[in-house]
């Protein structure tokens, strides 16, 4: 009898209308509704934690763990134990880091280039042939003589030979407006020369030694007018005292093979001689020592810097180094006697 009546009478908590159904307005329940209303729109849903859920026969279900994104681990490849990392080459002596690639590949540059020389361009070497050889050899070999009064992209193309020679030698830089310009200040202070076909006279003349394409020899040579002569130097009065004093006056002596010790300083006059030409600096690549091409390019020097051939003793070196004193003595046929002169 109850339920027929619940079943019969009309709940007084529904809504007059089916529009307020469908309404985004909220309408407050008389009494709180069991679950929320299937088409209700809340205004933002907020996220809720995800509780565990359990199965129908009450055991609890683990939740799913986030995908973990495996990164590949970080590999050091180089140490560093503190140590320099730096190496210097035993034959070019350049001084370079090996794993380093940018430092590996310029002095497995600059080692070829000491060893075997610089190569140049072919037609470059082909048109400078023709007009400047100073000298040919038998094997096709060739010098040329190149001074400021030459094409500026001739000089340009040099440049990296001199300033491999210079690096090897130790020997200070020349810029370029030192080492092609002339003796005189200026264009318009020179003086008028008589002769319109008279050489110009530069203060430098640089000379190249070709070979097979590889500049593998040069001789940088200058207009002097003095030079101070090398002599002997005098001995020291002998110590009484016998040991280190006696044995350092020995070594400083010329040794049992008539030749002087490379480490000697070398003495030289006070009073200054008349000179004609420097060699300011002399190079050859390792791979083409001892071969005669250093006195070649200085045979030519003699003969073709001046109009006249000058003599040996109108030539003096430049503060030379002990393979330069060498190859001095060696071509001057002395060990004293012949000339140096500072370099300015």
């Not at 055991?59 to 799913?64: I, L, R, S």
């Not at 495996?70 to 140590?83: D, E, H, T, Y």
């Not at 430092?103 to 072919?122: E, I, Y």
């Not at 990296?160 to 202070?189: H, R």
């Amino acid at each position: 009898m109850e339920r027929e009546e619940s079943e019969s009478a009309p709940s007084s908590d529904l809504p007059s209308s089916d529009v307020a159904v469908f309404s985004d307005e909220n309408v407050p329940p008389s009494t709180p509704p069991s679950s929320p209303p299937s088409l209700a729109i809340s205004p933002k849903a907020v996220p809720q934690e995800r509780q565990p859920s359990e199965s129908h026969v009450g055991k609890p279900v683990p939740a799913t763990k986030p995908t973990r994104i495996v990164s590949k681990p970080l590999v050091q490849m180089q140490l560093n134990f503190g140590q320099s990392m730096r190496k210097t080459c035993r034959e070019c002596r350049m001084e370079y880091v090996p794993s380093a690639p940018e430092d590996a590949a310029l002095h497995k540059k600059f080692h070829s280039q000491h060893v075997n020389g610089v190569p140049m361009d072919r037609d470059f070497l082909t048109k400078v042939k023709a007009e400047k050889a100073v000298w040919h050899g038998p094997q096709g070999d060739f010098i040329i003589c190149l001074n400021s009064q030459d094409p500026k992209h001739w000089l340009r193309k040099t440049r990296a030979v001199f300033d491999m020679a210079t690096a090897d030698l130790g020997a200070v830089d020349i810029p370029d407006e030192k080492l092609w310009g002339s003796q005189f200040a200026a264009s318009s202070t020179r003086s008028q020369k008589t002769d319109a076909n008279e050489e110009k006279n530069d203060r430098y003349k640089l000379y190249l030694y070709v070979d097979n394409g590889r500049c593998v020899g040069l001789c940088l040579a200058e207009g002097i007018e003095k030079a101070f002569r090398v002599i002997e130097p005098k001995k020291k009065a002998k110590v009484e005292k016998e040991g280190e004093a006696q044995e350092a006056e020995e070594e400083r002596e010329t040794s049992d093979s008539g030749k002087v010790r490379s480490t000697e300083l070398l003495s030289i006059s006070e009073e200054t001689d008349a000179a004609a030409i420097g060699i300011s600096r002399i190079w050859t690549s390792r791979g083409s020592r001892k071969k005669g091409i250093a006195r070649a390019l200085l045979k030519c020097v003699a003969k073709t810097f001046l109009p006249k051939v000058t003599s040996k003793d109108m030539v003096a070196f430049s503060q030379p180094t002990e393979m330069g004193t060498a190859l001095a003595r060696r071509w001057f046929g002395q060990e004293y006697g012949w000339h140096v002169y500072v370099d300015c």
